[in-house]
């Protein structure tokens, strides 16, 4: 079976050590559960959570996503809508920042995992 690229593995947030396990218990816009991730992969067993905590430093990769978030939207505001004054660039940023927010919870915390989870890759061998 051919394996995942690196890529499509964190796009579909797959374990960083076999890209087969999933990381999260359900799809992200379920907003009940779309919080909730898997404590080990259900592939092979690998623990997500190196150390209690680990996943607080994904904070700072959540905030550059809202900075480059913010960036972008006031870019394409001020490019495109002639008469945009402050409410403008508030209320788009401020609905971005709500709608993307389980997208950006969780890529948060997938880029984190595969910078800093420390795992190494090593497809299986089929003999
Ligand atoms: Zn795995």
């Given at each position: 079976?051919?394996?995942?690229?690196?890529?499509?593995?964190?796009?579909?947030?797959?374990?960083?050590?076999?890209?087969?396990?999933?990381?999260?218990?359900?799809?992200?816009?379920?907003?009940?559960?779309?919080?909730l991730m898997k404590k080990e992969c259900d592939?092979?067993?690998?623990?997500?959570?190196?150390?209690?905590?680990?996943?607080?430093?994904?904070?700072?990769?959540?905030?550059?996503?809202?900075?480059?978030?913010?960036?972008?939207?006031?870019?394409?505001?001020?490019y495109t809508i002639e008469e945009a004054n402050?409410?403008?660039?508030?209320?788009?940023?401020?609905?971005e920042v709500i709608l993307l927010y389980p997208?950006?919870?969780?890529?948060?915390?997938?880029?984190?995992?595969?910078?800093?989870?420390?795992?190494?890759?090593?497809?299986?061998?089929?003999?």
């Amino acid at each position: 079976m051919a394996k995942r690229t690196k890529l499509s593995a964190v796009l579909q947030g797959r374990c960083p050590q076999c890209r087969e396990g999933r990381l999260f218990i359900s799809k992200a816009y379920n907003l009940k559960k779309f919080l909730l991730m898997k404590k080990e992969c259900d592939a092979c067993g690998a623990r997500f959570e190196k150390e209690p905590r680990f996943f607080d430093g994904a904070m700072y990769i959540s905030y550059a996503m809202s900075v480059g978030l913010f960036l972008v939207s006031a870019f394409i505001i001020n490019y495109t809508i002639e008469e945009a004054n402050e409410n403008t660039y508030l209320i788009a940023i401020i609905t971005e920042v709500i709608l993307l927010y389980p997208l950006m919870y969780r890529y948060s915390r997938v880029f984190f995992l595969y910078s800093f989870g420390g795992f190494k890759y090593t497809p299986k061998q089929n003999n």
